[in-house]
Structures are given as C-alpha cells and as structure tokens.
C-alpha cells in the first residue's frame, strides 16, 4: 500500500511541474537559507578561535590602567619596567614565558623602499608567548639583548614590502635614525583578531628600542604565557597581588593595571558569534514555515481540482486513511524534494560566502541533517489539515462536484 501510494503522489506532482516547483521554491529558500547562515556563522566562529588563539598560548596580558583603552585606560597610569617582568618570572609560578614589551610607530627604510610599521622592543620569550616561529634566521644572543644591539627580526609584510621576493637576511634597515641588522625573519601569522596584519612588525631588543628609539624605559605591555593545565584564575590572583605590591597600592586603591585573557576573550566572541548564528537561523527557519503554509494552500487547491478523483476512490472501497495517507505523502515529498535542493543550494552558497569572507568552511552534518527533517516535517504538519479535508469528502457530494 505505501508503494502504490508514494507512486500515486509521484504521478500527481509530475502532473504540474511548474506549480508543484512553485511550491517547493519556500522550503528550497528556507532550508537553504537556514543551513548557509548557520555553516558561515559556525566558520566565522572559528575563525575568530584561531585568531585569538595566534595572539598567544594561554596568554595573560597586563597594561597600565584600569580598563582596555578608552577614557580612564592607561594614559595616566605609571608604565611597566623591565624589572616587573623579571619579579613575575621569579614569583609567579605556573608560568611558560614573560616578556616585557614596548611599542613605537616608526618608517622603516630599506633599498630605497620605506614602510610605516610597528616596532616592538622585548627579549626572545616574546616569541613563545606569542606562538611565534621563526621562518628564517636566529634569535638575539645574550649579548644583542643585554648591549641592545642594533640587531632586528622582521614580519612577512615589511619583509616583502622592502625586499620583494629577495631574501632579508642580513641586510641593513634604517628605523628612525639607527640602522639595524636582519638577523631573522618572522614566520607569518595573518590577520589578527582585531582586524590588524600581526606581520606588519620590526622586533628590536628591549634595550635597542628603548635606548634608541624611544629614550625612555618604559614598558607598555608585559606579556604572560601560562603553562598548559595552570589555573588562570590563581595565576591571575598571584599576579595581581604581586603588581599591586610592587606599585605601592593600598588595600582600598583600585588596580591600575588590567590582565586580559586572551583564552577568555576568544570564549567571549566564540559565544557572541554563536548566538548571533542561532538568531541568524531563526530568522531564516520563518521563511520555511512560509514555504510550509504555500504547501497547504497548493494541496488545498489540489483537493479542490480533485474532488470528483476523490470521490471516486472513496466508492470504489477505498479507506479515508488510505486517501489522507495518499495526500500526506505528496505534502511529505514536496517538503523533502525542497529540503533537498535547498541542502544542495546552501552547500554551494556556504562554500562561496566562506571564501569571500576568508573564514574556515565547516561542514555540519547535523545542522543539514535536522534542516532536511524539519523541511519533511513541515509537509506533515501542513499537509495533514488538507489531507484530513480530502479523507473527509461524502462520495456521493465528491462525485457531483462539477
């Protein structure tokens, strides 16, 4: 009886291929939509985990003032010295790495090329609180970092903007009014989190950029790399505590100083991301209860056109679940015929929304899995009213219907 009945429905939606695409064309629209927009979502969320994962491994860090930037951040709060670092490192258990950094805009020259870019003074653990790799040279020797040589590693992005596709190493660059040395070249990082080229940067020792550049000893940030299985929250409170002691802070003075976690951060926007997918889907699923309500309305119209065909099959014996079953089938088929173009079409849309957005493309089958079972169970609910209407006609008021 299935067979013959599935065979039935079959006959009838090939009968009208333009109406019953028609159809079809809300639940193709909506399951589409809804798969697309939760697969780029789910890739921009991991997107986002990996950029924040590239700032660091289990990475802490501290600047002067009470927030992120913005009014009351760090413009008058005391900066960093070289010495807090050292203090964390000797104190502070649980910890892979601390560096002290201090930044400066610069033009970086080179061959008769210049670039504008971001000179970074720290030590060697830089690198490892960062996830940096090396793709060419060496670190700084003990000496280059103690005498603050005029030494430097750069990013992929000054590298090929001053030198194109020759090779740095050991050339000579001018930043402000000393000439450094190429000892390294950075492995690249991309994009950052935030929007910014992590590979648009010159590394100087700490000593170099403060003593040649800057002029002064201050420090901007003091990065902490926590080791695997450290609980960041103890980690954190040690920190604190030792910040707090050594820039002389009563008991009653708030932090000048902020730790951020980057592991927290990435949480936060993964979370962020996530919701807005989940509210993103919603949206889109309403227009698969609108391709539900076109289905209805067409069986209606089906019912209509075949009253005297129902009347018929009712007098020749056949039972009312036997005519619901026949009209609840072609609901069902519609629905999954369009949940399974639409499962195609978004297929091809999130592949294409993934690389225009430069996010990861992650397939979800439980995401197109559920899409396809809720487009079929959109025909059961909206097909059983029309069907149970069909199942319910008098034969003999069926077969007078002109």
Known sequence: MWLSTLLLALR?????????????????????????????GNGATLAIQ????????????????QRMGGPGGGSGAPAFKEADADAITAQVGGLLAVAPEARSA?????????????????????????????????????????????????????????????????ASIRVKQIACEVVGVL???????????QDDVVMTPL????????????VNTLMVSMQDGSDPARVKAALTELLRERRK????????????????????????????????????AVSLLVGGIGIMNIMLVSVTERTREIGLRLAIGALEGEVLLQFLIEAVVLAAIGGLIGMVLALGASMGLASFMDVPFVFSPSVNLIA???SAGIGVVFGYFPARRAARLDPIEALRHE
Request: glycine content about 12%; some cysteine.
């Open 50 to 65: 990996n950029q924040i994962s590239g700032l660091g491994t289990n990475l802490l860090q501290v600047r002067p003032g």
């Open 249 to 284: 802070l009563a008991e009653a003075d708030e932090d000048n100083f902020n730790v951020l976690d980057t592991k927290q951060l990435g949480e936060t926007f993964a979370s962020t991301t996530k919701v807005m997918t989940m509210l993103l889907g919603a949206v889109a």
């Open 12 to 40: 009838s939606i090939r009968r009208n291929l333009m109406r019953s695409f028609l159809t079809v064309l809300g639940i193709v629209i909506g399951v589409s939509a809804v798969i697309t927009m939760v697969t780029v």
């Open 372 to 374: 396809f079972v809720f």
């Open 207 to 218: 000593h170099t950029l403060q003593r040649r550049i800057t002029g002064n000893t201050r």
């Open 187 to 197: 492995g690249s990082k991309g994009q950052g989190a935030f929007g910014n080229d």
């Open 106 to 170: 610069a033009t970086i020259v080179a061959d008769g090329r210049n670039w504008n870019s971001s000179v970074i003074g720290s030590t060697n653990q830089w690198l490892v609180t960062g996830n940096w790799k090396l793709a060419d040279g060496r670190e700084f020797t003990a000496d280059e970092l103690r005498g603050g040589a005029a030494v430097c590693l750069i990013g992929e992005t000054v590298r090929r903007e001053l030198f194109g596709t020759r090779s740095a190493l050991g």
